[in-house]
């Protein structure tokens, strides 16, 4: 198999056809591709629609469930379900171009250095966004976009996880997603794609940027909030505190340390603020933890 795509899902409900569809309808040959959807503990009825698809096409949508609950967890059972030599993930709020398969395999053909990559991300909004949503909050609903040309990416400017993809040779050399980052319940953690980035990068591997294998990011109206926002601010410091002293250790997040704190009551707006008391408490968390996980 040439290429896995997958489709890490917990209760998307019926607007996960629209994924699935494009999926189904790239331009890259279909023998030489699969479609591998992992069920993170969804409802019964989103289950039942998800195993349909299956069923629908057995010879195109392979159906996994994982019931340990965390997106790295769903993303980490489908590297070991899959069999693809390259190993893409897509969100399930997102909708590729036709081109967007055949794109990304062209471009680890290019360059046998390449372990990860990842395109452009454009916001598409279900419902009108206000007037108050503007380039920078448009950054934390996953838009990513480095223009026309391709680009070598380091830290921490990687990949978006809406829009990734990795030869399956990285997860042997560089360990697969840990389970202390990205989505889980009510939890906001991201940076679970920046972590493993730096470690494909770190180990000497290209990690890039090409511009053209888009997809359109579906954003729901109930993320168009500033108590959205808050809370997507804050677990973004949270995330950010962790990989600092995962990776950069105890004595750097110490020198950063004052100055969090005190831009979390006075610095930039409310949403900044957010995420100086999230890297405080990822701070205050960790400071003393020996193994991440």
């Known amino acids: 198999m040439r290429a896995s795509v997958l489709l890490p899902t917990k209760d998307r409900g019926p607007a996960i056809e629209a994924t699935i569809r494009s999926l189904l309808d790239q331009e890259f040959p279909a023998d030489e591709y699969e479609i591998v959807v992992v069920d993170n503990r969804s409802t019964a009825e989103n289950q039942t629609q998800l195993q349909g698809f299956a069923r629908e096409f057995p010879d195109r949508i392979r159906y996994l469930r994982e019931e340990k609950l965390g997106l790295n ?12 030599d390259i190993v893409v993930f897509l969100d399930d709020d997102a909708v590729p171009q036709r081109h967007w ?9 290019a ?3 390449v372990y990860a ?5 454009i916001a598409r909004f279900t419902t009108a966004a206000p ?19 391709i680009e070598q990416l380091h830290y921490n400017d990687y990949p978006r996880g809406a829009n990734m993809a990795f030869r399956r040779q990285a997860f042997v050399e560089c360990g697969e997603f840990l389970d202390c ?29 090409i511009p053209d294998a888009e997809v359109d990011h579906m954003i729901r109206g109930d993320r ?7 809370r997507r601010f804050y677990w973004q410091g949270r995330s950010e505190g962790l990989f600092e ?6 004595l750097r997040v110490l020198r950063k340390l004052p100055c969090h704190v005190v831009f979390s009551f006075f610095g930039g707006d409310r949403f900044s603020r957010q995420r100086h008391r999230g890297f405080v408490g990822a701070a205050a968390g960790n400071l003393f933890r020996t193994r991440f996980a």
């Open 101 to 109: 398969l055949t794109n990304i395999v062209r471009a680890f053909d």
């Open 131 to 149: 007037d108050w949503i503007d380039a920078r909050l448009d950054l934390f609903l996953s838009s990513f976009d480095r223009g026309e040309e």
């Open 245 to 250: 002293r995962m990776h950069f250790g105890i």
């Open 224 to 230: 168009l909030t500033p108590g959205w926002f808050d």
């Open 181 to 209: 980052f990205d989505r889980k319940g009510d939890s906001l953690m991201s940076y679970g794609e920046i972590e493993i980035c730096y470690r494909i990068d770190r180990a000497g591997h290209k990690v890039i940027y």
């Open 117 to 121: 990559l990842g395109s452009k991300i």
């Open 111 to 113: 360059d046998p250095e």
């Open 73 to 84: 967890n769903a993303r980490n059972c489908g590297i070991h379900g899959s069999t693809g």
